[in-house]
């Protein structure tokens, strides 16, 4: 029997990196493989850190995604866009499980702030 992905994709904006560090950190506690993927501290903030993160789960390379901005709002709505992500902004864990449960979830937005 195959092992089932446990590889998750992270990114932010510039404002959730900070953020994104410390749930890289938590879920590696965890048993999680993260792929972090930016961008960098100091970045500009004009990437687009969505497209990466939905394209990986797209593809299967990653199970699961989380992305950060400063609300969770602006990249969830941005991360829909891709072919095959159902994404949430969530800010508390309840509303994560059942978007998981009951709508098939593959990532999670959430603010930084």
């Known amino acids: 029997m195959a092992s089932e992905n446990r590889t998750i994709v992270l990114s932010s904006d510039h404002v959730g990196v900070d953020m994104r560090r410390l749930v890289a950190a938590w879920l590696v506690e965890h048993g999680w493989e993260v792929r972090d993927i930016g961008p960098q501290a100091g970045a500009d903030g004009l990437s687009d850190p969505w497209r990466g993160g939905g394209r990986l789960v797209q593809s299967g390379a990653c199970r699961f995604g989380i992305i950060i ?26 509303s994560a499980q059942l978007a ?11 603010g930084a702030a």
């Open 100 to 110: 998981r449960r009951h709508n098939d979830a593959n990532m999670l937005a959430f």
């Open 69 to 94: 901005c400063g609300t969770g709002v602006g990249i969830s709505l941005a991360a829909n866009k891709v072919r095959g992500i159902r994404c949430v902004v969530c800010s508390e864990p309840y």
